[in-house]
DNA sequence: AATTTTGCCTAACGGTGTTACAAAAAGTAA
DNA sequence: TTACTTTTTGTAACACCGTTAGGCAAAATT
């Protein structure tokens, strides 16, 4: 059937050009122009033809939030795939996650600014499960297996993420200027430094409790 | 003039019975029912009067702003009066911390997750400059004065507060839960070992670099 | 060629923030 | 008390928003 295929192919490439102009609307206009009827007008069809891809306006989000997850996936796997020495794969990826956060605004706003997510998102997104598989396991191995008396990666892991997200979220905002700000370009790269300054914490404090005794 | 004092006096009372109600319907019902009309409604007012009082929604947002960072400060003000010992106060301010966003949710949602704040938005609360004097203060104290090469306060200020809004912002959406999540309430109180773990490992990183050979 | 199915659009409903303008109330002066 | 002025308030509109019901016309099927 021929027909069937090239109407498939057709709903198809309706469907990727509402996502397309969508995605093109937020990163030129930003969130606050995220609107339905402003994409049917851009992709020259009525609002309900958008009704007939997706659910909802949220439909659409849970989309981008599942590319957002995939690219931060990737970059995280990169990174780590980088070097060997799992302290160093947890570095590289923390940098890695702030270079994502910052090459892709957008996404991260949505991601983990936006709509705080609830726990059905959570589910419908396997990314990041994903996401936290990968960080967890680097951390596992930076311990030398059998002593490590009072260790929880999932705690780690959420220390990790806790820090940089914290990290990102504010210097995002106006809240991560110096309040005196002299001239100008003087600290302008204080966040990296505010980066390696938590990373480094973070991985001394797991490399002292690796040193622990066992109770 | 008497009745001058009158009209004042009733303005402000309708002026508050805004701030009030408004406040009262986003505590019950959420921010995503803030709305000038359901305000309008409840005061049992028409709309412009409110339009009369406040420029715009978003000066009624940036009032709830200021009252929320001084609700903080006074909360961190308090935790850091309990004790002498720098390195104590700043554990005591990053329970605070925590304690003001999760009992005053919709404060903290406000004035660190919704719209993420501009420069202009910034300079309108002078209590954010307090926020971070209070704790900047306290950092600089714990360094014992001379030997600290490397000790940038704003720096550590940044890092401090990252992990703090990072932990909050993570634990109070649904990217918090343990993604197994067994029976219940084994892990329960998760969230405040990862607050602690997450404050020792910054206490002790200043304290690493106090003993740092100055170079 | 007649009929069913499909795709699409118009127009509406109920909601939002914001404002122009008119009516009503309150204060002032004669 | 009456006439005038000022202030306060409400009505109704504008321009948006997400969402959906219903009808029309083209396409596919019989």
């Known amino acids: 059937m021929g027909i069937t295929d090239r109407k498939l192919r057709q709903k198809e490439e309706v469907r990727a050009s509402i996502l397309d102009t969508a995605w093109e609307m937020v990163v030129t206009e930003g969130w606050q122009s995220f609107s339905i009827r402003k994409i049917a007008d851009a992709i020259e069809y009525s609002v309900p033809v958008i009704y007939s891809h997706f659910e909802n306006k949220d439909a659409i989000l849970l989309e981008f939030n599942r590319k957002g997850f995939q690219l931060l996936n990737e970059a995280l796997a990169k990174a780590k795939a980088a070097t060997d020495i799992p302290a160093e794969q ?126």
Request: aromatic share 12%; hydrophobic share 40%.
């Open 90 to 215: 947890i570095r590289a990826m923390g940098r890695a996650y702030w270079d994502f956060a910052f090459q892709n605004k957008e996404y991260y706003q949505l991601m983990f600014g936006l709509g705080i997510p609830t726990c059905e998102t959570v589910n419908k997104i396997p990314a990041i499960a994903s996401f936290s598989d990968t960080i967890i396991s680097t951390l596992v191995a930076m311990v030398a297996p059998g002593r490590k008396p009072s260790f929880d990666p999932f705690l780690k892991y959420q220390s990790f993420w806790s820090m940089l997200h914290g990290l990102v979220s504010i210097n995002m905002s106006a809240l991560g200027n110096r309040p005196d700000a002299p001239s100008g370009h003087e600290h302008a790269n204080l966040p990296l430094q505010v980066l390696g300054d938590v990373m480094c914490s973070f991985i001394r404090g797991i490399e002292a409790q690796e040193n622990e005794q066992p109770n």
